[in-house]
């Protein structure tokens, strides 16, 4: 079994203020073996992190944290941009459609 963080960001969101590169130095330095680049409503530091992976021995699952109009969701497995403001259900079958799965990022936020 392995250890992973898959709700990471990178300068490519708003609230991210490291390099796709030291990220991905930090989670070799740290033990994880997975992790998933998920800036908000960009897929752009995913895809980076994707073309840099061997090089760190980290495997990356690529990922958006997509806005819906009723709150975050984290769609994994996906290498295309999400549209945000869309319906939550808008959103998670466009993601189904692409080959992605979902998780809550903020489960126990009001």
Known sequence: MGFADLHIHTIYSYDGTALVSAVLAKARKMGLDVIAITDHD???GSLKALELASAYGVEVI???EVTTSEGDLLALNVTERIERGRSLIETVLK???IGGFWIAPHPMAA
């Open 42 to 44: 960009e897929i752009a």
């Open 62 to 64: 690529p990922g958006v």
């Open 95 to 97: 993601g189904r459609k």
